[in-house]
């Protein structure tokens, strides 16, 4: 029996930090590098080692930066054409269970966070990417429809570090050396 592939959701922002190639600067070092964070999960899902699903609201919702909306619009299009993407229709279910989700006390919970909340919660996806704090601080406290509680975490896939990728590269490349001869 073959087995599924894990399967992840993205909201909006983590398209965006994609789409925008985002880096967190602070003090003029880097202490987040969001593209290289979703490029590793986008990696995973081209070797068919993982799924993402996001909800076809994300399709208008990503062009509400500024910077993404001056892009090119059948490059934001693109990103969404893949077959490891799998487009969750923002339906009856999902809106219901958004409402419930703003009506269950979760603070400052707004109508967009509340939909990919109620998308993958639905959907029974193995964890729920975001950059978004609010939504990372709902950690373990949203109901999944299989009872279990929704892992919200930042991009990660397990990737290796490019640098690690490269010498196992290198080492794949390593021949032995010349052996002598032996009829000398």
């Given at each position: ?18 789409i ?22 986008i ?48 339906d ?27 998308t ?65």
């Open positions: 029996m073959a087995t599924l592939p894990k399967r992840v959701y993205w909201d909006a922002c983590s398209w965006i930090a994609l925008q190639q985002e880096k967190i600067q602070k003090d003029g070092k880097l202490i987040e590098d969001r593209e290289l964070l979703c490029r590793a999960v990696e995973m899902a081209k070797d068919n080692k993982l799924e993402i699903l996001t909800s076809s609201f994300c399709l208008a919702e990503v062009c509400k930066n500024r910077d993404v909306r001056d892009q090119v619009p059948d490059k934001i299009a693109a990103f969404f054409e893949n077959d490891y993407i799998l487009l969750v229709a923002l009856t279910f999902v809106g219901v269970r958004a409402r419930a989700l703003m009506l269950g006390g979760y603070a400052g919970l707004k109508p967009p966070d509340a939909c990919h909340l109620a993958a919660a639905i959907s029974n996806v193995d964890e729920m990417h975001t950059f978004d704090g609010a939504l990372l601080n709902l950690d373990g406290k949203i109901d999944k429809a299989d009872g279990t509680k929704l892992k919200i975490c930042k991009p990660e896939a397990g990737a290796p570090l490019p640098l690690f990728g490269f010498l196992r590269e290198e080492e794949s490349k390593q021949v032995e050396p010349d052996k002598p001869d032996d009829k000398e």
